[in-house]
């Protein structure tokens, strides 16, 4: 049986007829609609001879033995957020099946082939994200927390996995589907501009940006509206409103794609009739390399300091969150080059915005790469996400040639 990727998109659609509505894809993880998700996967997969298994966290295996224990792991989720688009995930695991099929059809394989249905990926009902890929990737640190996580009805989260197989506390022994792995390949929808901007059908993702995100806390004097002339004013807004501005220089200095948002201020006391006394400003800054984002933060600091003295005010910096950029495997993406080229003539290298599971099997030491199929409009968890039919085939087609380089390497 050779590769077939009309069957794929066809394949697709018909999961779309299965598990969306007139709102969009309604997969969410730990879900009747999820499960069905699954049964449909395990339909599809039947007549591979690929075994299921699904493992303490709840990702879906299927492993295709090969001449070594080696295996080579080709991965996506199942899930989608409520109203998501149809190609979110699980066009990278149904990708993964065709890639399989042609895989088994040529009889045993060098290395073990493995395709992977990370559990909850979106984290949409109890908002933790990459809850199957981060415990099978042993990062899966906060237990506790998700201990006491609740959905909008109410249902805690251990509940609402024990109702699906997954005991909560058992969770991390997941770790052990990692241990025989090679190389771990992904193939995922750009839900960016870049591609479609470029023109381009195909990219090779070269990691995930690092974050950093802090709270800025100005501090002015409140003043009547009315009575307070405009040189005597200690405005809090006024610092950062420049700051937000000056986000735009930091992150062109920057350079490499970086971006710098100021997605929300807070002003007290919040009035028409005063001046601001406080604003709490919140920013998150984005890189592929660490220490170019650890110069942006210093840049945003620095900023805040000289805005801070021209306004007269004084301003707190914190930090809210951070988390390092990853960065995949050299090797890999020279592959996924190769085939990208083979298949559509030309391959760009771009990072990549949004967390994938990609990152959290890199974070555990596979060697990863991530292939990107343009996005129409940008577009995604929205049911108008879309990709143009022949781009999606494509897609299939260089996931394959990379599976076939991969194996060839292993
Ligand atoms: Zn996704």
Redesign the pocket.
């Known amino acids: 049986m050779s590769l077939d990727p009309a069957r794929t998109v066809a394949e697709l659609e018909e999961l779309r007829e299965l598990t969306g509505d007139e709102d969009g894809a309604q997969r969410v993880a730990w879900t009747e609609t999820w499960e069905a998700a699954r049964e449909f996967l395990r339909a599809k997969v039947a007549g591979t001879g690929a075994v299921e298994e699904i493992d303490q966290a709840g990702n879906q295996w299927f492993t295709l033995r090969g001449a070594s224990e080696q295996a080579l792991l080709i991965g996506?989720?199942m899930d989608?957020v409520p109203n998501g688009g149809w190609l979110?995930?699980c066009l990278?695991v149904l990708a993964g099946v065709e890639v399989l099929r042609r895989i088994a059809a040529e009889g045993e394989p060098p290395v073990t082939v493995r395709l992977v249905s990370w559990a909850d990926?979106?984290g949409a009902r109890f908002g933790r994200s990459l809850f199957g890929s981060s415990a099978a990737a042993g990062s899966m640190r906060d237990q506790e927390e998700l201990r006491s996580l609740r959905d909008r009805d109410g249902i805690a989260l251990p509940d609402a996995l024990r109702e699906h197989g997954v005991d909560l506390d058992g969770a991390l022994a997941a770790r052990s589907q990692l241990e025989n792995a090679a190389a771990y390949l992904e193939l995922?929808?750009e839900?960016g501009p870049v591609l479609e901007s470029l023109g381009l059908p195909l990219g090779v993702v070269l990691g995930t940006f690092g974050v950093e995100r802090s709270r800025f806390t100005w501090h002015g004097q409140a003043a009547h509206a009315g009575s307070t002339p405009m040189d005597r004013r200690r405005d809090a807004l006024a610092g950062a409103a420049k700051l937000a501005l000056d986000l735009r220089r930091i992150a062109a200095e920057a350079g490499g794609g970086a971006v710098c948002t100021s997605g929300g201020v807070v002003c007290k006391p919040g009035i028409v009739t005063s001046v601001v006394e406080t604003a709490e400003q919140l920013l998150d800054q984005r890189h592929l390399d660490a220490a170019t984002l650890a110069s942006m933060l210093a840049a945003a600091r620095e900023a805040a300091d000289r805005f801070a003295a021209e306004e007269d005010l004084t301003v707190d910096w914190e930090r809210i969150w951070r988390i390092e950029p990853i960065l995949f495997d050299e090797t890999l993406i020279a592959l996924a080059d190769e085939a990208v080229t083979e298949v559509a003539g030309a391959s760009h290298r771009l990072p990549s915005g949004?967390l994938?599971?990609a990152a959290e099997v890199s974070r555990a030491g596979v060697p990863t790469v991530m292939l990107f199929v343009q996005s129409l409009r940008g577009l995604?968890h929205t049911k108008l996400e879309d990709t143009k039919r022949e781009h999606l085939e494509l897609s299939v087609r260089a996931l394959d040639r990379l599976a076939d380089k991969a194996l060839a390497r292993l």
């Open positions: 996506g989720h989608s979110d995930g990278n990926e979106e995922h929808i839900q949004p994938h599971d995604s």
